[in-house]
């Protein structure tokens, strides 16, 4: 693993120095050849290729660990997603077999309920059928104890219109007969008073 070319930037600057030894020597690099820089590439790898070697191991060491880390965060991340999915997965199994059963249960309950209803139904039509014809066997026996009674109170009226016109009858005849005797009764007094005078007389 190469380090970041900051570090390696930074690193290539001499100490106390603001800039590169490329930097520094720009202005004679004109005079320069080709075993200069070599030389210069060599005194650079003497003075910092340690260090460098160094941080690319720690960082080849920090990216093994990052990778690790992450692999493991991933893992475990999706352990936790496997996890919870078989949890969410379950719940939602749950509630569907609990919304099913509710749903049988209801369904049960509307149907015994609806059946129930029917029967109400079938026993109310049942009843008022029994109450109507009870209604006009009433209605028909009252009219026929009403027909009887003002028959019989017919004949009870006509038996007494004939007996008080009997009574009347006989009143009546008792009455002429009473009156008869009166005048009766009376012509004997008329003759005994007349008898009477002619004795006084003679």
């Not at 379950?90 to 059963?101: I, M, Y």
């Not at 049942?126 to 009219?143: G, H």
């Amino acid at each position: 693993m190469n380090p970041p070319e900051e570090y390696t930037n930074s690193n290539s600057r001499e100490p106390g120095q603001g800039g590169s030894i490329s930097d520094i020597n720009k202005p004679q690099s004109n005079g320069t050849n080709l075993a200069e820089l070599n030389s210069l590439d060599k005194v650079r790898d003497i003075l910092f290729g340690n260090q460098v070697r160094e941080v690319e191991k720690r960082f080849a060491r920090l990216e093994d660990r990052l990778v690790k880390e992450l692999n493991n965060v991933r893992d475990e991340t999706k352990k936790r997603l496997d996890y919870l999915e078989l949890y969410i997965k379950k719940e939602v199994d749950s509630l569907t077999e609990r919304l099913k059963n509710e749903q049988l249960d209801r369904d049960t309950g509307v149907k015994a309920l609806a059946e129930e209803q029917k029967n109400i139904t079938i026993n109310l039509e049942k009843k008022f059928a029994q109450l109507d014809e009870q209604t006009t066997n009433s209605q028909r026996e009252l009219r026929e104890q009403i027909l009887n009674q003002s028959n019989s109170l017919q004949d009870d009226i006509r038996q007494k219109y004939q007996e008080i016109l009997t009574l009347l009858e006989r009143e009546s005849q008792e009455l002429r007969r009473d009156k008869t005797d009166r005048s009766k009764l009376a012509s004997l007094f008329t003759e005994l008073a007349v008898r009477l005078n002619s004795d006084i007389k003679s």
